[in-house]
């Protein structure tokens, strides 16, 4: 029996589409003049270490998990023949083609498309709210303590966004494993290239620097007041700060890297947020709700940050509940039956309840 005879053929097809568009849209990112072949695999190489301890964090949690039932060794061993623990590889390897691919479209495809989409966003929001909200929060609510606080928050986004990879492939079901990767991919490649591209914006903590300096005035006051937050705290360093100074420098640096790359709408950290409040109901209604609040946090950072116009988090809100839902059609019903061995999960707990 080979190692994919060893899941469902549902779960087969999905599997081979999503690896199917991934290594699609890889090819086309490496086929770019503007991405150096060379740094596009050494960033993929990146991505595959990094999934190593990734792995590794997902199968301890797995074992904990099952440390009160079967046990952690004999729930291993349990899912180990079931499925050689494919279900865990494949969602991690999806995990590094589509985030190294991400990574290069967004820093060296991107910015080909300019960013003249931004005095349209900030009209936008100004059209809904009535005002610039950044700045206003700043003004209604802002403290340097809640810029810390949203600041670590917004920045933590990166640990579900990565570990949650591997906790979804061996803690929940085959169909929300299915659904949620299929619905990750096309989030980053869909939401986060592609719509990113047809709708160029830098946002506004760049506004100024890589649009213009009329209509900056709003933006430029709050990154001004997110300055005299870290001064207040006599800190030298504030993760907003630096990660935007460091996004800078190496705007138009020809080496790759994680994390760099500029755009605005939609943005990636809200339509993410979302994926995971979605999932987390799959689990239980207490995580469900609160990852929505994670969720929350994170636009509410977004616009406070100076990192997005609030419109961004509605469309990328938008976007990543419209793919989840498709996702879910295309891996078909929740009630459709699977041989016993793709069932195994958790020492033979479903955590999904819904």
């Known amino acids: 029996m080979t190692l994919f005879e060893r899941v469902s053929k549902r779960e087969h097809a999905i599997v081979r589409l999503n690896l199917i568009i991934a290594l699609a849209f890889a090819l086309f990112v490496v086929a770019q003049p503007a991405v ?96 610039d909200l950044g700045l206003w929060l700043h003004k209604i609510i802002g403290s340097p303590l809640l810029t810390y606080f949203l600041d670590g928050v917004y920045h933590a986004w990166f640990l579900p966004m990565s570990v949650g990879v591997g906790i979804v492939a061996l803690c929940t079901d085959a169909r929300t494993r299915m659904q949620y990767m299929t619905a990750f991919t096309m989030t980053w490649i869909g939401l986060g290239s592609i719509l990113a591209y047809l709708l160029p914006a830098a946002g506004p903590c760049f506004y100024g620097v890589l649009v213009g300096p009329i209509g900056n005035g709003p933006f430029e006051a709050v990154n001004d007041a997110l300055v005299a937050d870290r001064a207040a705290r006599a800190a030298d360093f504030l993760f907003t700060i630096e990660v935007r100074d460091m996004l800078l420098d190496r705007f138009n640096d020809p080496d790759l890297s994680i994390g760099g790359g500029i755009s605005a709408i939609p943005s990636i950290h809200n339509a993410m947020a979302v994926l995971f409040a979605l999932v987390g109901y799959r689990f239980n209604r207490v995580f469900g709700l609160c990852m929505s609040a994670f969720a929350a946090l994170i636009w509410l950072g977004s616009v406070y940050l100076n990192w997005h116009y609030a419109i961004d988090g509605i469309v990328g809100a938008a976007g990543a509940i419209g793919l989840w839902y498709g996702a879910g059609f295309l891996t078909g019903p929740a009630h459709a039956k699977e041989p016993a061995a793709e069932r195994v999960l958790a020492g033979g707990t479903t955590f999904a309840k819904r």
Request: glycine share 6%.
């Open 36 to 131: 150096p072949t060379w740094e596009f695999l050494r960033l993929i190489g990146t991505f595959l270490l990094l999934t190593i301890p990734l792995s590794a964090l997902s199968l301890l949690g797995f074992a904990l998990l099952n440390a009160r039932g079967p046990g952690m060794l004999a729930a291993l061993q349990d899912r180990w023949r079931s499925d050689r623990f494919v279900t865990l590889l494949w969602p991690v390897l999806l995990f590094a083609i589509v985030m190294s691919s991400f990574s290069a479209f967004k820093q060296r495809i991107l910015p080909h498309a300019g960013f003249h989409f931004d005095p349209a966003l900030a009209a936008i929001d100004r059209s809904i709210f009535g005002v």
